[in-house]
């Protein structure tokens, strides 16, 4: 009977809380093409994503990183690898440093550069060219 338990024990622990934390390491598995967009009459660097971050996506996943209020207003914030003054905005690192957060409720706030560790489903963006390559759905924050 202990065997049963102990197996049932090892079975929810590791399928249970299936959060995986992961490092901006882990975000640097992607490359970059510069493809024109006709529609847009521009060119954007379209993302090919690696095998490592395929397997993330849509998988909840725990990051840490610096909070970037780019439109409180709005509830806009982004993940970013580094505080505002080096980050990818600024012109320092690239579109695999940021990641936007997408909230469950838009009742959150933050202070520029604020450190925080986020859980949230990640998904993986090519498309829509008015997002980030990353996005965190249902964003939960421990400051």
Not at 122 to 129: E, G, M, P, R, S
């Given at each position: 009977m202990n065997k049963y338990l102990i197996l049932f024990m090892f079975i929810v622990s590791k399928f249970g809380f299936s959060q995986t934390q992961i490092s901006w390491e882990d975000l640097e598995d992607v490359e970059f093409s510069n493809i024109y967009l006709e529609k847009e009459d521009q060119n954007i660097l379209y993302p090919h994503f690696g095998f490592n971050v395929r397997e993330l996506d849509n998988q909840e996943v725990i990051l840490s990183g610096y909070i970037l209020a780019i439109d409180p207003k709005k509830g806009y914030y982004v993940l970013s690898k580094t505080p505002f003054a080096s980050c990818f905005f600024c012109g320092k690192g690239g579109p695999e440093t940021v990641v936007e957060l997408s909230f469950d409720?838009?009742?959150v706030s933050f202070f520029m550069d604020e450190f925080a560790?986020?859980?949230?489903?990640?998904?993986?963006?090519?498309?829509?060219?008015y997002r980030c390559v990353y996005i965190l759905e249902y964003a939960k924050v421990s400051r």
């Open positions: 409720s838009d009742k560790t986020v859980r949230g489903v990640l998904k993986l963006n090519a498309d829509d060219t």
